[in-house]
């Protein structure tokens, strides 16, 4: 079965930078694309970043342009976030998520992942 596991949020000040890891079981990182989601309190999922199989990059939101970087390490099965000048507006739960109805391999046009972890919070505030 496929479980994705999130960690590292926590609370960072603005400007400051924070790396989240997902710990993938069930699928590879090798062979399925692997996207993170955020969700700020009382708002709507928003996509962040995808890395395919073929480690291309998918961003889903301009506003992490130049900040935020995906990447992978197959031999862990790990995919990482790393994300740096971060902004208040960058707090909220961050999920990673794989699996969709098209090529699993590749990155969704949109963020209808079928498999989720469980999240980490990630708080900016001084």
């Known amino acids: 079965q496929v479980q994705l596991v999130e960690s590292g949020g926590g609370l960072a000040q603005p400007g400051q930078s924070l790396t989240l890891s997902c710990a993938a079981s069930?699928?590879?990182?090798?062979?399925?694309?692997i996207g993170w989601v955020r969700q700020a309190p009382g708002k709507e999922r928003e996509g962040v970043l995808c890395?395919?199989?073929?480690?291309?990059?998918?961003y889903y939101t301009e506003s992490v342009k130049g900040r935020f970087t995906i990447s992978k390490d197959n031999a862990k099965n790990t995919v990482y976030l790393q994300m740096s000048s971060l902004k208040p507006e960058d707090t909220a739960v961050y999920y990673c998520?794989?699996?969709?109805?098209?090529?699993?391999?590749?990155?969704?046009?949109?963020?209808?992942?079928?498999?989720w972890g469980q999240g980490t919070q990630v708080t900016v505030s001084s």
């Open positions: 069930g699928v590879t990182t090798e062979n399925f694309a």
């Open positions: 998520a794989t699996g969709w109805a098209g090529d699993a391999s590749r990155c969704p046009p949109g963020i209808n992942f079928d498999y």
């Open positions: 890395i395919s199989r073929r480690d291309s990059r998918t």
